[in-house]
């Protein structure tokens, strides 16, 4: 696997664990998006590009690649848009209701094709290869047991998991995706906005 650095602080990883970033001229970009998103209008207001998430990299262009992380971001909105002032809370914020939005269908995609398996009861040990994420509130002695037998294992805030499944009311704490494309691209994603929104 060929490693990246991040733009910023230089650290070094996967692909998929940097946010992919593309600066786009507005000139340009209504051929490629269709329509910029409102929220991304505002955020860069005075500038002649806009600063593009590009979950699945099939924007144009060199892609820039940036840790899920406050500080780099913001760095990295100095660097490209120099004087100019982009509001970084509010870019940070349009980055994870784009994760929201993204995250929410595919969950219900991989739910509808029984890739998605929700509740420790319904998740059998037989699925060690697929992503188990359990939510940051179960015991540390739980975490440990998961830990030794799904080697995919993450932790998440139950607050968020239970959101993104459209299940608010119900407490979600541990959810398994099995191990296909779709759910190793969930995977990545959820990765990414957990990280985004720990970093706040
Ligand atoms: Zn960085």
Redesign the pocket.
């Known amino acids: 696997m060929p490693q990246r650095a ?6 070094r990883g996967e692909k998929e664990d940097f946010l992919n970033l593309k600066k786009i001229d507005k000139k340009f970009i209504k051929d490629i998006l269709n329509e910029i998103p409102e929220n991304l209008e505002n955020i860069f207001k005075n500038t002649s590009s806009i600063l593009c998430l590009d979950l699945y990299s099939k924007l144009p262009g060199k892609g820039i690649n ?2 899920p ?1 406050k ?2 971001l913001k ?1 990295t909105l100095k660097k490209l848009f120099k004087n100019k002032n982009v509001d970084i809370e509010a870019f940070i914020e349009f980055l994870i209701r784009n994760f929201e939005k993204e995250i929410i269908n595919k969950l219900k995609r991989a739910r509808k094709a029984g890739l998605l398996l929700i509740g420790l009861d319904n998740i059998s040990l037989k699925d060690k290869d697929g992503f188990l994420f359990v939510s940051s509130t179960i015991s540390q002695k739980n975490k440990e047991k998961l830990k030794a037998h799904f080697k995919n294992f993450f932790e998440i805030d139950e607050t968020d998991l239970s959101y993104l499944l459209g299940m608010e009311n119900k407490n979600i704490k541990y959810i398994l995706l099995k191990s296909t494309p779709l759910g190793k691209d969930i995977k990545r994603l959820l990765n990414l906005y957990i990280k985004l929104k720990q970093e706040k």
């Open positions: 991040c733009f910023v602080c230089k650290e940036v840790c992380k500080s780099c760095e």
